[in-house]
Nanobody, 126 residues
Framework: QLQASGGGLVQAGGSLRLSCAASGLALGYYAIGWFRQAPGKERGGVSL????????IYADSVKGRFTISRSNSKNTVYLQLNSLKPEDTAVYYCAAPGERLWIPNIWADVDEYHYWGQGTLVTVSS
């Protein structure tokens, strides 16, 4: 029901914009989290946006470089990735909790999310 797209290969310092689109799910009712998983590492939280868009949260490692936003009219959430570093290389996933209008108590906890997209690969070369 969620599909992440927009990944690709980019040089360090470059930019990408990821999209998370929903089918069969009214995305506007849900907070959306972005996660990433690098090879051999656990999936970790990158950013979250509330259903209204008024609340955004970022992991310390991406603050000032990544920007999350949403267009509820387009049923899509975006993650703008700027100033990319090789350590940003990972598969990026978007996810939504099981309850509408609810922000997970621990926003970066994967267990707080019910709906997941299939992931999009971001590769940053040095």
């Amino acid at each position: 029901q969620l599909q992440a797209s927009g990944g690709g290969l980019v040089q360090a310092g470059g930019s990408l914009r990821l999209s998370c689109a929903a089918s069969g799910l009214a995305l506007g009712y849900y907070a959306i989290g972005w996660f990433r998983q690098a090879p051999g590492k656990e999936r970790g939280g990158v950013s979250l946006i509330s259903s209204s868009g008024r609340t955004t949260i970022y992991a310390d490692s991406v603050k000032g470089r990544f920007t999350i936003s949403r267009s509820n009219s387009k049923n899509t959430v975006y993650l703008q990735l700027n100033s990319l570093k090789p350590e940003d290389t990972a598969v990026y996933y978007c996810a939504a909790p099981g309850e509408r209008l609810w922000i997970p108590n621990i926003w970066a906890d994967v267990d707080e999310y019910h709906y997941w997209g299939q992931g999009t690969l971001v590769t940053v070369s040095s």
